[in-house]
């Protein structure tokens, strides 16, 4: 950009050449490249600039977190609400950078600015699941475990109820379904719905039997081995709830595979 606040032409030229150069690109690049683009044609390149500030902040191949990471996933985040609201790729854009920006921001024990992120996460699935008819509402699952963290047992059970609500008339095709419905009855306990808990616990113990009557084979994240793991940590005292050793710790949000 020249003095005059104008795209400098050479900018352009240069940036459209890396992006159409053979060979590999580098995040760094990318990044480069289509923040310039972005001010030039912004409809094209803002969506294609969140995503690669996202990619840069975080090295999947190393494992590493770039060394600005948080600053790249907040820069993500305004780019992807600088997005005309018309365009109907902002929706998933800007769900994507609060998503990665949320996780960094928890990970720093930021979790007032996290679970804002969230809600805001939740908002957008909330519009997108009006729209579609879907009854699956995107971003439950973070919001009900930010709520937890910060002792909303009753409304992180709310939300969990409505998750599995949703996905359960689907079974285990819906992916995911055995650990959601974990999800929920550690919810239910931890708000002191015991009775609710128990009753979500039997759908589960049910479910997985008829699955593995189906296969006629035990499947292998639900073997009768960890069933009492399972119940003690899901429908044990309050003050004896925290998982030993032996059943291990449950994956947390960010773990998932599910993008609920």
């Not at 990619?55 to 999947?60: A, I």
């Not at 609400?81 to 998933?92: G, H, L, N, T, Y």
């Not at 809600?119 to 699956?136: C, N, P, T, Y």
């Not at 650990?179 to 609710?196: C, N, P």
């Amino acid at each position: 950009m020249n003095h005059s606040g104008k795209v400098d032409q050479d900018d352009i030229v240069r940036a459209r050449n890396v992006l159409l150069a053979s060979g590999r690109r580098t995040p760094r690049e990318e990044v480069d490249a289509y923040r310039v683009l972005a001010q030039v044609s912004p409809a094209s390149y803002l969506p294609l600039l969140a995503r690669a500030l996202r990619r840069l902040s975080y090295d999947t191949s190393s494992g590493k977190k770039h060394a600005a990471c948080l600053a790249l996933c907040e820069e993500a985040v305004a780019v992807a609400r600088s997005i005309d609201s018309a365009e109907p790729a902002r929706a998933d854009v800007l769900y994507e950078a609060l998503n990665t920006c949320q996780r960094e921001l928890y990970d720093l024990g930021r979790r007032a600015e996290g679970l804002a992120m969230r809600a805001e996460m939740l908002a957008i699935g909330r519009a997108q699941a009006e729209l579609s008819g879907d009854s699956v509402v995107k971003g439950l699952r973070v919001w009900a475990a930010g709520l937890s963290e910060e002792g909303r047992y009753a409304e992180a059970a709310d939300a969990m109820t409505e998750l599995v609500s949703a996905i359960l008339p689907d079974g285990p095709a819906s992916g995911g379904l055995a650990w959601s419905l974990l999800e929920w009855i550690a919810a239910l306990h931890d708000a002191g719905r015991s009775g609710e808990a128990l009753a979500a616990f039997e759908t589960l113990v049910s479910m997985e039997a008829a699955e593995a009557a189906v296969w006629k084979r035990p499947k292998p994240r639900m073997t009768a081995a960890r069933w009492p793991a399972i119940s003690t940590r899901s429908l044990g005292t309050r003050g004896c709830s925290t998982p030993t050793a032996e059943e291990g710790r449950r994956p947390s949000c960010g773990e998932r595979h599910s993008p609920c």
